[in-house]
């Protein structure tokens, strides 16, 4: 059954989105980074609602801080409480334009990136800059390309 | 129309529980020990897709070493025999002045400075967040890595070891937010503690008195005092000094002479031998005596 599905593909999908998230990038561009792996997850949250949803969030979440080395769990509730939002209005995301959803996107990171600060900030104790909100510039304008690419994965493989 | 989800709790349900596990997470992790063990299980496992993200680099690296020309070779090669042999006649009076010290440190009746075993690693991945600086490097307990373990390179410290895998290990950077280093100025002896800022340019100095002698320039290097640093490894330099007198303390920065951002190797350090570390910590007591009143 879970062949059918082709669920796996999904699933290398976000490993790769996290392997992307920890390239070694020269200084300059590593600011401009967009969160790869919350976008892929948007994908998913907004194509297969019954298949990718809050769990898999969590779970890449986890990757991302073991990964990364933040306070383990601060990426993992951020990115359960924002794709529970973008699977809570699915419907909707999926009947905007596609620069509609960037702008929606980009709401969203910037949610994102203000909660992950939050919480860094109670748990570690660290100051705001505004170099810090780049990732939602450069996420939102990436995502057509993403939404693009990965719906013709699903179209290819017949993801379901 | 089919409702969302067939199957599985409801979706606010489903939020609960990884908020739950989230936060429950974050206090094992913050505000209690257990997590390091718990960290180098989770280092060793990841640590496959840190080889995988660093692979197009790698490879790039190759390639150019692959292609570069012959000539550029033989020039690059006699370069390196000429610093070679210019770093080993320093070496031999290094290593008589090192024979010295020690003679004239055991007349003095202290025990003489030890000397390390290093180990030169590559840099898998460096996370130069705002938030945390932290880098990854391909050395892990299979090498002899342990944790708090020192990094410097060739400019200075870098950082110390915080979690071990088998073939990986990551270290925090001087620069990093949760990260403070023991230190003294050189040109008095003064002891400092330098914490870090987030940025790798910049680190500042906690609780100078209005009354200490620091001055712009001064170069500041490890104390040994905090037992987990080597003594006399150079570490930052003070670029900016604010005397604001309505504040507690001078405001002191200083910039550290690795170039945080741009890491590429690092050289472990080990102390000689375990007992040994208790004894640095232990002579300059005797030294401290002297600056005592900057404290």
Request: charged share 15%.
């Amino acid at each position: 059954m879970e062949k059918s599905h082709r669920l796996y593909l999904v699933y290398l999908s976000l490993m790769f989105s996290l392997v992307l998230a920890v390239v070694p990038l020269p200084a300059m561009v590593k600011l401009f980074r967009p969160d790869w792996p919350l976008l892929v997850l948007f994908y998913w949250a907004l194509a297969l609602p019954f298949r990718v949803s809050i769990g898999t969030a969590f779970v890449v979440g986890f990757l991302l801080d073991v990964l990364v080395g933040t306070v383990l769990g601060v990426n993992a509730l951020a990115y359960s409480v924002i794709i529970y939002f973008c699977s809570a209005h699915h419907l909707k995301i999926r009947n905007f334009s596609i620069l509609q959803q960037s702008l929606v996107i980009a709401l969203f990171l910037a949610f994102y990136h203000y909660f992950i600060f939050w919480l860094s900030h109670f748990l570690t104790g660290v100051v705001f800059t505004m170099a810090y909100l780049w990732p939602v510039v450069t996420g939102a304008a990436v995502w057509p390309w993403i939404f693009w690419l990965l719906r013709r994965i699903r179209r290819q493989f017949k993801i379901h | 129309m089919k409702p969302i989800f067939e199957r599985g709790p409801s979706l606010p349900l489903r939020l609960f529980l990884a908020v739950l596990c989230s936060v429950g997470l974050m206090t094992l992790d913050r505000f209690t020990d257990s997590s390091t063990q718990l960290r180098s299980y989770l280092t060793a496992t990841v640590s496959p897709l840190y080889y995988l993200a660093n692979l197009p680099q790698a490879m790039l690296s190759d390639a150019s070493e692959q292609f570069m020309s012959h000539q550029r070779l033989l020039e690059q090669n006699q370069k390196l025999r000429e610093t070679l042999l210019r770093q080993n006649t320093q070496m031999q009076r290094l290593q008589f002045l090192q024979q010295e010290n020690d003679k004239l440190r055991s007349l003095l009746g202290s025990v003489p400075v030890a000397d390390s075993k290093r180990l030169v690693a590559e840099v898998l991945a460096v996370y130069s967040h705002p938030f945390s600086n932290q880098i990854v490097i391909n050395k892990g307990s299979n090498d002899g890595v342990v944790a708090q373990q020192p990094l410097i390179d060739d400019l200075g410290v870098l950082g110390q070891i915080v979690s071990v895998g088998p073939t990986s290990s990551r270290a925090l950077l001087i620069s990093d937010t949760t990260h403070a280093i023991s230190l003294r100025v050189e040109r008095n002896g003064d002891h400092v503690v330098a914490e870090g800022l987030g940025q790798s340019d910049e680190v500042r100095l906690m609780h100078i008195p209005h009354s200490a002698d620091i001055q712009q320039g001064d170069k500041l290097i490890t104390s040994g005092l905090d037992g987990i640093f080597p003594e006399g490894y150079p570490v930052a330099e003070v670029v900016r000094i604010s005397r604001n007198a309505q504040q507690p303390f001078l405001q002191v920065y200083a910039r550290p002479y690795a170039q945080l951002d741009r890491i590429r190797y690092v050289l472990l350090v080990w102390p000689k031998a375990k007992p040994e570390i208790d004894e640095q910590i232990a002579p300059p007591d005797a030294e401290a005596s002297a600056v005592a009143g900057d404290f």
